[in-house]
């Protein structure tokens, strides 16, 4: 009965350890330059929209 429960714990901490690999992050872009500027929320209406700034918002470029 022991090894039971060592089985099952040690299947709670191998899953546990895999869930942080289930979904890889994205690196940051680096804007603010060339045209490239954060905005909190969507890019404005006329810009495109490139990625995720480091503050979170969205990272945009003049067209």
Do not use: E
């Not at 709670?12 to 603010?32: I, N, S």
């Not at 209406?45 to 480091?54: K, T």
């Amino acid at each position: 009965m022991k090894i039971l429960s060592f089985l099952f714990a040690l299947l709670l901490v191998v899953l546990h350890g895999a869930a942080g690999f289930a979904k890889p992050q994205k690196p940051f872009m680096r804007c603010g330059y060339r045209g490239t500027f954060c905005f909190p929320g969507m890019c404005p209406r006329g810009n495109a929209y490139l990625g995720v700034c480091r503050s979170g918002h969205s990272c945009c470029k003049w067209l």
